[in-house]
C-alpha cells in the first residue's frame, strides 16, 4: 500500500523568500504525484502532478516540483512567496487502483503555510 | 468545463439526527465519484468511491451511507448522527480508467454536529 509523509505541520516564511514543502511517499512502482492547495473552507485545488518523463514539473500560481526517484522525494518549491500563498498545502500518490477504474489516491496530513509580511 | 457542486455549504445537526449532502458533477459522463472526511490534523480520509450507478465501496466502517442514483449524483447519508461525524466533507471526481488518477474536488461541507 502506498503511503505519502509530509514531516512539516506548519511552516512559516516572509513574503519575498523562496519555500519549499517537503514531501516522501512509499510505493513498491513509479508513482503518480501531486500537490494540493487548500484555502481555508474551501476544496483542494490542483496544483501540479507528475507522472512520467521530466522530473521537474511546473505548476499554477508558479510552483514547481521535483520528483526525486532516490530519495522517494516529491518536495514543492516557489522561488518568491506572496501572501496570498498562505494555504494548507497536500502532498497525493496515486497507485494502480481496484477493478473497474478506480484510482485510489493517498493524501498527506498537509502542510499549513504562513506568510508573514 | 467540469464543475462540482456540493450542498449545504454548512450544516449543524444535533446527535442522532439524519444527513444528507449531495455532490453533483456537470461537463463530464461516467465520473469516479468519492467522498473524503477532513479532521483537522489528520488529512483525509477516504469514506466511499463510486465507479457507476448504484456501484459503491466503503474504505471504512463507520455511521455513514453513501448512494450514486445517477450518473452525476453522489449522496452521503446518515439514519442518525454521532457527535464523531463532526468534519469537512469533501466530494471529488476523476475521469473513469483515466492514468491519471487526478480528482477535482468540490468546495466541501463543513458538519457541525451538537
Known amino acids: 500500500a502506498q503511503s505519502v509523509t509530509q514531516p512539516d505541520i506548519h511552516i512559516t516564511v516572509s513574503e519575498g523568500a523562496s519555500l519549499e514543502l517537503r514531501c516522501n511517499y512509499s510505493y513498491g512502482a513509479t508513482p503518480y504525484l501531486f500537490w494540493y492547495v487548500q484555502s481555508p473552507g474551501q476544496g483542494l485545488q490542483l496544483l501540479l502532478k507528475y507522472f512520467s518523463g521530466d522530473t521537474l514539473v511546473q505548476g499554477i500560481k508558479g510552483f514547481e516540483a521535483e520528483f526525486k526517484r532516490s530519495q522517494s522525494s516529491f518536495n514543492l518549491r516557489k522561488p518568491s512567496v506572496h501572501w496570498s500563498d498562505a494555504a494548507e498545502y497536500f502532498c497525493a500518490v496515486g497507485a494502480t487502483g481496484h477493478s473497474g477504474g478506480y484510482q485510489k489516491v493517498t493524501f498527506g496530513t498537509g502542510t499549513k503555510l504562513q506568510v508573514i509580511p | 468545463s467540469q464543475t462540482i457542486h456540493q450542498w449545504p455549504a454548512t450544516l449543524v445537526q444535533p446527535v442522532g439526527s439524519p444527513l444528507s449532502l449531495e455532490c453533483t458533477v456537470e461537463?463530464?459522463?461516467?465520473?469516479?465519484l468519492y467522498w473524503y472526511r477532513q479532521a483537522a490534523g489528520r488529512g483525509l480520509q477516504l469514506l466511499f468511491y463510486s465507479v457507476g450507478i448504484g456501484q459503491i465501496s466503503s474504505e471504512v466502517p463507520q455511521n455513514l451511507s453513501a448512494s450514486r442514483p445517477q450518473d452525476r449524483q453522489f449522496i452521503l447519508s446518515s439514519k442518525k448522527l454521532l457527535l464523531s461525524d463532526s468534519g469537512f466533507y469533501l466530494c471529488?471526481?476523476?475521469?473513469?480508467?483515466?492514468?491519471?488518477?487526478?480528482?477535482?474536488f468540490g468546495p466541501g461541507t463543513r458538519l457541525t454536529v451538537t
Open positions: 461537463g463530464t459522463s461516467n465520473p469516479n
Open positions: 471529488a471526481w476523476s475521469v473513469r480508467a483515466s492514468a491519471s488518477y487526478e480528482q477535482y
